[in-house]
């Protein structure tokens, strides 16, 4: 009888390469979900977890979770309905006057116009505008580039103090509608021009020296 032949072996570490060479081909991998879609199920893993530890630290579990989502929207929108956007102008820092010096008149008739028009708050604008510079033509304001409409309103008040209360709403008017969002009505156009007409027909209070 023969001698018995002796079991041919692989070193393992050429096993191992071998069997990595042969998962790697192609034919082993035609059903593998693509990187997209391992993202993709990774993502929604991680947000499933999330959610899951959210809702069990939140008193009333996966209900207690919505009703504080709820709520810190709502707050949200009130904040941003309460300030306007984050990108406009905040009321204190707007100017008054945006374009070329034109006087009383010219503003009194534009305001007219967007009024006739039913634009009011373009109205509202132009007739703040015209009360402003007709103090300055009456000399009761200083001609001052950069003024805002408190700013007027304030330094009017002492030579009209009978009208300083409406020379304030009507400063909170326009910053309201040209810087805060608000819009206008017909009822806000007729305070504003009431007001411009009164002080028109107003005696101003000397503030100056006593000759």
């Known amino acids: ?9 692989t070193p393992r570490e050429a096993a191992r390469e071998a069997a990595e060479r042969e998962l790697s081909k192609p034919m082993y991998h035609e059903n593998d979900p693509s990187l997209v879609d391992r993202a993709t199920r990774a993502f ?16 009333g579990g996966a209900v207690g979770l919505i009703a504080v989502v709820l709520l810190v929207a709502l707050a949200g929108a009130a904040l941003w309905w309460r300030l306007g956007s984050p990108s406009r102008t905040t009321p204190s820092a707007g100017t008054l006057f945006d ?23 373009e109205a ?24 805002t409409a408190d700013e007027a309103a304030a330094e009017a008040s002492a030579s ?16 309201d ?25 107003t005696k101003p209070l000397l503030t100056g020296p006593t000759p």
């Open 1 to 9: 009888m023969g001698a018995e032949v002796p079991p041919v072996t």
């Open 44 to 59: 929604f893993d991680w947000l499933d977890d999330l959610f899951g530890a959210a809702s069990g630290a939140t008193p």
């Open 99 to 121: 374009d070329g010096v034109r006087s009383a008149a010219d503003h009194r008739k534009a305001a007219d116009a967007h009024a006739a028009a039913g634009r009011w708050t």
């Open 124 to 147: 509202v604008q132009e007739r703040m505008r015209a009360v402003v510079r007709s103090l300055e033509e009456r000399t009761l304001l200083d001609h001052r580039p950069g003024r």
């Open 160 to 175: 009209l103090p009978a009208h300083a209360a409406d020379l304030r709403a009507a400063a909170r008017t326009f910053d």
């Open 177 to 201: 509608v040209t810087y805060g969002g608000r819009t206008a009505d017909s009822d806000t156009y007729a305070r504003l021009r009431t007001l411009d007409l009164a002080l028109t027909h």
